[in-house]
């Protein structure tokens, strides 16, 4: 048994530390906006922020991040009012929008550190993978949310 | 158009007891805080009780009008764009409108009143949106009668707008909630006439907002991998490497030994598919069944299975490719094409090109892995996956478990991508068989490695063009022979494996070849079958995916070979063109991409045109080739001809995702064989371009030719990146691309 404060709240779950925090989320605590697609950290679907920084929770052990504070897509706004959230509503950004949760939660981060990131910040930064393409208005989307908000 | 008068009529004429036969999706425009957002989308909304008017339109007392969707959404838009058609018609407050899924189940026990429920093909529009105007048109009349009725005033005098009907001689007005429930037992002398495209008021003309994007934006769309169901247990599961090959052994003690694992069960020991469903056979494998997909999936991992595999080993991406090559210089093969004499043309033209072109088998690598829960009971079975075709998830259902169809519910899921992947249904078998055996729900879960090596992959497939040019530069013959793979996932065992029994050819592994309006005076196109032991489908595009990068990089070479510009020998090439899209095409991509402007060395354009399910796309290509090889594509300017636009945003966001599908499929895509099985497992050697590598995508809508043309976007863009990418690497290098992905091609210069 473990104890993970995610989105506020501590929670107890009864997972061995080896656990990927990604499995734990979904089939521990019902958390499924986190989405599994590779596993091995190349797409960032699974992107959740520790100490608010992005992190790709499929190869991130359970046990790794205990005192940690976990932010999921879930977390991010209690009411889909984050600028990023908002600016992907603006331009109905996703598609088929499995791996959106990734996304927002590294340009959520990006913007964190970063809060008018070039160009070349987003391809550096913004790693994750969308099958449907849909990274001409993601790029659109990041710039959207960084001038809505407020520093 | 008889046949589907009379479906209409019956559909309409029909109006069932039973209100509410539909899979609410709980979402509604973002307009009033009382918009549902359910996390389990296929659960019913808290009841509005309304009265329904036909198969696809509820109407409530409050206004509130729930319109059911046939066509899942992949991604494409079709839970919007579909309500959007009926709303031109019904004329209804946009606003006021739910949209939910349409029952598989109900459309198999009413006569398949929801016509056809698949998705694919680039045709959601295009082969719904008669029956939809109709469903709205039927609709909207009914609703005039109820309210004549009330006002005993002749049906003429009413007009309907914006959910609001009106007398306008006494200035009476009801809302459609008010006199739905009237509405129910009208009957329609006839059906009434639906608007051309060119009358719309509110397709086209509206910008509407997608009706799933707010619950894409914050977690709650429930996918398919994403479904609780009440007891389920969770199956990982992993059959044989090498397609085909059986389950000879397996350690089942030492995974049952480790936490969390309830079973160990081997699959595919019986088959029970039909010779049509063949596709979703129950391959050779074992399922590790646990509390938790980690708790699966480890388990699984760590078992020693062994495998008899035959001379299944024997077979790699170099044996298949020496058989193919092969097979291109054999005589005789099925006539796919045959204006005039293309021997004979050859013999005489002043100077002939020949070149051999190849592509790989590729993968949809869709983001959300394979999975598919159901609940086998006594007397129900209830799936819940993300599906391109509910019809096909019942149809398996019901073979693999014997139980008869009306007892059988397909619940759709949000779809994390589908591509042509999710069409057959084999991860519903997987389920169902194993939820029969283990006699309670089952969740069976692919990894990513799985799902990428136990695909439906584009077929390979080579072609051998020879051209002949006459004294004028013009192209007087082409020969090709095809040697292919075939898409019996697609066709059906039934067509022999793939094959059309009549024609003895793969016509839909021919597309983007055999049907381009390109004037050739001889021209011959033969086709061999290369079949291995791996499964194929249909890929975004199927056919003219592989086929647009080969023929067009071709007339490029005789282009080349002719001395003449590409754009004008296109443009020769469409003369005799009965559609006046392609030219159109043609110079709204030569003009808005500034064809020919002047570009530094080693940066080149490209341009390609293609036809794909009736629409004429075409695009150009700017790219860079750095002297060490690097390509990048900076930009694409894409022009198409699909008619008329229905839902302008979505078909921008068609275009602009499919063009960097296309990209990843020209750069990187290609599964190789090594033993039997396929090499590649996952993201790090299946490479899938990302935002750093995609182009500014420029969509232009000035080719477009209106009159009644309605054809789709879902793949065009896809389709025809490869070759404008292709040709401008030529130009800008000197080195032809006559084969996919780049990755494996040495394009460096000096």
Not at chain 1, 14 to 34: A, E, I, Q, S
Not at chain 2, 126 to 149: C, I, T, V
Not at chain 2, 262 to 273: P, R, Y
């Amino acid at each position: 048994m473990i104890t993970l404060n995610v989105n506020g709240k501590n929670y107890n779950v009864d997972v061995t530390p080896d656990t990927p925090l990604l499995w734990t989320l979904r089939d521990n605590m019902g958390m499924t906006g986190t989405k599994y697609g590779c596993g091995i950290s190349e797409c960032g679907a699974c992107t959740v922020h520790v100490n608010g920084q992005a992190k790709r929770s499929c190869v991130t052990p359970a046990g790794s991040v205990v005192g940690a504070q976990i932010t999921t897509i879930e977390g991010l706004s209690a009411d889909s009012s984050h600028p990023v959230q908002k600016a992907w509503i603006e331009l109905d950004v996703p598609q088929c929008g499995y791996c959106q949760s990734g996304m927002i939660m590294a340009t959520a981060a990006l913007l964190a550190r970063k809060p008018k990131p070039t160009d070349a910040d987003i391809d550096k930064t913004i790693t994750n993978i969308c099958r449907c393409g849909t990274y001409q208005r993601i790029r659109a989307a990041i710039h959207l949310a960084a001038k809505n908000t407020k520093s | 158009m008889t046949k589907h008068l009379d479906m209409n009529r019956r559909q309409f004429a029909v109006t069932a007891a039973a209100v509410g036969g539909g899979i609410a999706l709980g979402f509604a425009l973002p307009r009033e805080a009382s918009a549902v957002v359910l996390p389990e989308p296929w659960k019913a909304p808290p009841a509005v009780a309304g009265s329904e008017i036909n198969a696809w339109i509820v109407i409530a007392p409050d206004d509130t009008i729930t319109i059911r969707v046939g066509q899942t959404e992949i991604g494409t838009g079709t839970i919007t764009a579909m309500p959007m058609i009926v709303c031109e018609e019904l004329e209804c407050d946009w606003s006021k409108v739910n949209a939910e899924y349409a029952s598989g189940n109900r459309s198999l026990r009413e006569n398949n009143v929801y016509g056809r429920m698949g998705i694919g093909g680039s045709s959601s529009v295009s082969l719904s949106r008669d029956f939809l105007q109709k469903a709205g048109a039927n609709a909207r009349e009914r609703l005039k009668m109820a309210a004549a009725a009330e006002w005993n005033v002749p049906v003429t005098e009413i007009t309907a707008a914006k959910s609001v009907l009106t007398h306008a001689a006494s200035g009476r007005k009801l809302t459609y909630g008010q006199v739905a429930a009237k509405a129910v037992p009208m009957r329609l002398e006839k059906d009434p006439a639906i608007k051309h495209p060119s009358q719309f008021n509110f397709l086209g003309k509206t910008d509407v907002k997608r009706l799933d994007t707010p619950l894409k934006v914050n977690g709650s769309a429930v996918y398919g991998i994403d479904v609780k169901v009440p007891g389920a247990v969770i199956a990982a599961v992993k059959v044989a490497p090498a397609f085909g090959a059986k389950v000879k052994s397996f350690d089942a003690a030492s995974a049952k030994a480790r936490p969390g694992v309830i079973d160990v069960i081997e699959i595919g020991k019986e088959k029970k598919h039909s010779p049509a469903t063949f596709a979703s056979q129950l391959n050779s494998g074992v399922a590790v069944i646990a509390n938790t997909y980690w708790q699966a999936r480890t388990a699984l991992d760590a078992m020693a299975i062994e495998w008899d595999e035959g001379d299944l080993g024997k077979i790699s991406t170099e044996s298949h490719a020496r058989e193919t090559r092969a097979a291109l210089d054999k005589p005789g093969g099925a006539i796919a094409n045959k204006v005039g004499d293309a021997v004979a043309g050859l013999k005489d033209a002043r100077r002939t090109v020949e070149a051999i072109y190849e592509t790989p088998f590729i993968d949809h690598a869709m983001m959300e892995p394979i999975s598919a829960t159901a609940s086998v009971t006594a007397d129900k079975i209830e799936v819940w996956v993300s599906t391109q075709n509910p019809i096909s998830v019942i149809d398996v259902a019901a073979e693999e478990s014997g139980m008869s169809k009306d007892k059988i519910f397909c619940n759709t899921t949000f779809i994390g991508g589908g591509f042509g992947r999710r069409t057959v249904s084999d991860d519903v078998r997987q389920a169902v068989f194993l939820s029969k055996t283990m006699n309670r729900p089952v969740k069976v879960m692919w990894s990513r490695e799985e799902t990428l090596r136990h695909g439906t992959y584009r077929p390979t497939a080579m072609a051998k063009f020879k051209g002949g040019l006459d004294a004028d530069g013009n192209i007087s013959a082409m020969h090709v022979t095809y040697a292919g793979h075939s898409t019996p996932v697609l066709r059906g065992a039934a067509l022999g494996n793939g094959i059309d029994d009549k024609n003895k050819i793969d016509a839909n592994q021919l597309r983007g070849i055999r049907d381009i309006d390109y004037a050739l005076p001889n021209f011959l196109v033969e086709w061999h079958a290369v079949q291995t032991h791996v499964p194929t489908g249909a890929w975004r595009g199927p056919g003219v995916c592989q086929n647009a990068f080969m023929y067009e990089s071709f007339i490029d070479e005789m282009a080349l070979a002719a001395g003449k510009d590409p754009v004008a020998m296109r443009r020769n090439l469409l003369r005799n063109a009965k559609d006046a899209g392609w030219l159109k095409v043609l110079n709204e991509i030569a003009d808005k991409g500034k064809w020919g402007k002047p570009l530094p060395k080693g940066t080149a354009q490209g341009i390609a045109m293609t036809l794909d399910h009736g629409t004429i796309c075409g695009a150009v290509a700017e790219v860079s080739v750095s002297q060490g090889g690097e390509v990048k594509v900076h930009s694409v300017d894409m022009g198409f001809d699909i008619g008329h636009a229905f839902y302008k945003d979505a078909i921008l966001a068609q275009l602009e995702g499919g063009a960097a599908m296309g990209l990843s499929s020209v750069l990187y895509e290609e599964i190789t064989l090594r033993n039997g099985r396929v090499v590649e497992g996952n993201f790090d050697d299946y490479r899938i371009v990302r935002i750093d590598e995609m182009p500014q995508v420029n969509v232009h809508f000035g080719g477009l030719t209106g009159g009644d043309k309605v054809t789709g976007v879902g793949e065009p863009s896809t389709v025809i990146v490869p070759a404008a990418v292709a040709n401008a690497i030529f130009r800008a290098t000197g080195k032809r691309v006559r084969s996919m992905p780049l990755k494996n091609l040495d394009l460096s210069w000096s």
